[in-house]
């Protein structure tokens, strides 16, 4: 198929779906998400906390149990999904006959969906006001081919903006996960998260104290040395005060981050650190409320 074909084809693909109406397009959603039996929500009140690391490797050690995962980076204007997942530069296809595309597949059999896969590389801007955005958002959840799965991960912008209300408002089931850090600014946002959830009645699955201390070996001693970058305990505490699940808290640790840069989740690739070792502690927690086992 020559290339003018191609685009062709493309254009005929997207007109299909311009003129339906927004009742049309929420029943397309609600049917789509009605084949998923778990979706779980990440968010955070604030950017810098590791929500995306969190989202990624939940949704990496739920497929490396069995479970048929997805993951949806709601990030339109910053997504990272791809690049913790080692899948940049990568382009869905288009199955024109069924007037659908196909989410990329990622390790494990992950389906996984970004904005990142339709931009022409990393440092190309998405300069979009509200309404692009939450259109966006609406194609990848009813045009996308996610088929039956155990579960799919959201992993949201930081904040109560936009697109988290939008999710939200759509996914009516969903469980949500909160993300913070231990210091006061973070718990300060995380609170107005919790009590967004609160007010639109969606289930909260408990809070994640991330990074909560660093844990580094001394250069010449080798030393295992745990510091307080910071604070420690502060996301147990918030939990209690808003009367939800503390799930857990996970240390900051050089080589998760590393990993994390070049696409290897420390699930998979550190799973006896400290880190995934908290973490498989977490997401069990997670597995039993969600399945009520």
Request: aromatic share 6%; proline share 5%.
């Amino acid at each position: 198929m020559n290339e003018n074909n191609e685009k062709s084809k493309e254009k005929e693909f997207k007109s299909r779906y311009q003129d339906l109406t927004p009742l049309e397009i929420n029943m397309l959603i609600k049917e789509r998400m009605n084949k998923i039996k778990y979706k779980i929500v990440v968010m955070s009140g604030k950017g810098g906390v590791g929500k995306t690391t969190i989202a990624v490797n939940l949704a990496i050690k739920l497929a490396s149990l069995g479970r048929e995962t997805g993951i949806l980076d709601v990030d339109i204007t910053g997504p990272d999904v791809p690049l913790m997942l080692n899948l940049e530069g990568r382009r869905p296809s288009v199955d024109i006959e069924k007037e659908e595309f196909k989410p990329i597949i990622g390790p494990l059999n992950l389906r996984v969906m970004s904005m990142a896969f339709l931009l022409q590389d990393n440092q190309t801007p998405v300069i979009w006001r509200g309404p692009l955005k939450m259109s966006a958002i609406r194609q990848f959840l009813y045009q996308a081919q996610w088929g039956d799965l155990d579960y799919m991960i959201f992993d949201l912008p930081p904040g109560t903006s936009d697109e988290t209300l939008d999710i939200l408002q759509l996914i009516e089931d969903a469980y949500v996960v909160i993300v913070t850090q231990p210091q006061d600014v973070s718990l300060l946002d995380v609170r107005k998260a919790i009590n967004m959830t609160k007010q639109m009645n969606r289930k909260l699955l408990g809070l994640i104290e991330n990074m909560s201390i660093l844990i580094t070996k001394c250069p010449k001693c080798n030393e295992v040395i745990q510091v307080d970058l910071f604070g420690e305990g502060g996301g147990k505490k918030a939990a209690e005060q808003m009367g939800i699940n503390y799930l857990g808290k996970i240390p900051f640790e050089v080589d998760v981050r590393k990993g994390g840069d070049i696409g290897f989740p420390f699930i998979i690739d550190h799973p006896d650190s400290h880190s995934g070792k908290a973490f498989e502690d977490i997401v069990s927690k997670i597995i039993s409320i969600v399945e009520k086992r």
